[in-house]
């Protein structure tokens, strides 16, 4: 069996591959953030809540 040398790859078949591992990535990343919507946004408004001291009482 011939060892196979780096400039004998195909690069083409690379970036192809390349893509498509970035292209999970991305579609990974996008449904973290949209499960985490739920728990972000009342974090955010408790944030700007506390911030600004916002209380119940009249």
Same mark, same amino acid.
């Given at each position: ?10 690069? =083409? ?19 973290? =953030?949209?499960?985490?919507? %739920?728990?972000?946004? %009342? ?14 009482? %009249?």
């Amino acid at each position: 069996m011939k060892k196979q040398r780096f400039w004998n790859v195909d690069l =083409l078949e690379l970036f192809k591959l390349w893509l498509s591992d970035l292209s999970t990535f991305l579609m990974t990343l996008v449904m973290f =953030l949209g499960l985490s919507l %739920p728990v972000v946004i %009342p974090a955010l408004i408790m944030w700007y809540l506390m911030s600004t001291n916002w209380s119940i009482s %009249p």
